[in-house]
């Protein structure tokens, strides 16, 4: 759905109605919330010049929206791709990648030029085209973010046990869509997630 068909089911639901842009703040605040849970994973490339094997770039110079780097390989000129190993901060000799605040260096690679291949969670985020706002998050989790909607604009509310109705829906509703998005994309991760769900981990 988008933002409008997601604020008018809201409005419907508490039976309340506030500004657009009231919305749109309680909107950006669960998409926020959300972000780490949702692992929306996406891929770009970035031309870098190498010199004695080492290249660096800004992440927010070259790649919009990105909440947590996955992964880098390295594309040289005329060749195929190769994955890089992510070295320790402290590490200035090996042959890998690594983040130091808001840069991605590279270092002694064996090639002077060509694309880094970045995989990254993106930071969800609203986005709007002729005047229609859409959700960077996938059409099957839409309903996760109407329910902690639903719980931001009750918070106000003097109705103790429909706020916390709303509350106690959503934070269900983020942790199995965790629960799903970490077993698509970090499945080495499934049998940690899966026991956390079912009360056999660790867990908080």
């Known amino acids: ?3 409008n068909q997601l604020i008018e089911r809201a409005e419907a639901i508490i039976e309340e109605k506030y500004p657009s842009d009231k919305w749109r703040g309680f909107i950006n605040s ?11 994973l996406k891929t770009a490339d970035v031309t870098v010049t190498l010199a004695s094997g080492a290249g660096e770039f800004t992440i927010s ?63 969800l985020t609203l986005t709007s085209s002729n005047g ?10 839409h309903e996760v973010v109407l329910k902690g909607v639903l719980a931001v604009a009750m918070q106000k509310e003097e109705e103790i046990d429909r706020k916390q109705d709303f509350f106690g ?16 994309v970090e499945p080495w991760n499934k049998q940690f997630v899966l026991g956390e769900k079912l009360g056999l981990g660790g867990g908080k």
């Open 61 to 123: 110079d070259e790649i919009s929206n990105v909440f947590e780097i996955v992964s880098v390989s390295f594309t040289p000129t005329g060749k195929r791709s190769i994955p890089l190993r992510k070295l320790f901060p402290h590490d200035n000799v090996s042959t890998g990648w690594k983040q130091q605040e808001d840069k991605i260096v590279l270092q002694s690679l064996p090639w002077s030029a060509g694309t880094a291949n970045v995989s990254y969670y993106e930071r």
């Open 132 to 141: 229609v706002y859409t959700m960077s998050l996938p059409e099957k989790y």
């Open 30 to 40: 669960i998409l926020d919330d959300l972000t780490p849970a949702a692992k929306v």
């Open 169 to 184: 829906e959503y934070l269900l509703a983020k942790r199995n869509m965790a629960v799903e998005r970490i077993t698509e």
């Open 1 to 3: 759905m988008n933002v």
